[in-house]
């Protein structure tokens, strides 16, 4: 298992928590005003004040101060690049420090490195198919438990918890398999193919005469079945040569009788 199996970890400016952030000069100057969070993509409206784009989004006037913003809406400013480059600049705990169970992750970093860090980070919480929040490094552990119901893999029948699924049906149908009819192999995911086409095996009669010396499994049962008679005459033949003397030279004179009549 790898961090490309994991669910992606939805990273959001918004998302940073105030417990998130460090006491550090002048990080009040960075906060907006209307969520009292650090500033998401601030916007400076034409007043001079600042505010998350999302959180004056639909706004007609400065909530602060009231001016107009017409003859632009919010939704038209450009984003504040000196503000959010000081905002990138911040220094800011990991996310899993907001949770209320460990482990937790106490690491350090600025705003801007915030992103790759949670895309590794081992006690990043991830959601589960079952909306369960799990820490990334248990994410794949067999023996923690979710809400996720169990289910089988479609080719080799043992039984995973949902979100374990998907990663191990990637790896188990790559497995080599050793046919036990052939003695050929084959990944388990070309099974079906492999029986159709390249898996032979020997008529057990061939020994004695029949020419299915090298028959398809996929038409084993039928060459037996259409060859019953054959196989018991050539069986015959070997096990009791007198006998079989005897039946043919009936058998023969039974057609010429039929012919002379």
Known sequence: ?????????????????????????????LTCSICYLIFAEPVTLPC???FCRSCILNAYSCPLCKAGLMPKRASALKKNTIIAGLVDELIVKCPSITEDEPPLCDQEMKVKDLESHAKVCPRIRLLCLCDDAIPRENYFSASYVCDCPSLACQYCQATFQERLL????????????HCSVCDGTYKRKNKENHLLNFCFQECPFSQIGCAGKKVK??????????AYYEHFFLTMRRENPEAFKEMKKSSTNDREGCRGD
């Open 166 to 177: 998907s990663a191990h049906v990637k790896k188990c149908r790559e497995e080599e398999i």
């Open 48 to 50: 001079g004040h600042t």
């Open 217 to 226: 499994s996929s038409e084993f049962q039928h060459h037996m079945s259409k």
């Open 1 to 29: 298992m790898n961090d490309s199996d994991c669910p992606p970890h939805a990273f959001d400016l918004k998302d940073i928590d105030n417990k998130q952030v460090i006491p550090q000069p002048n990080v009040e100057f």
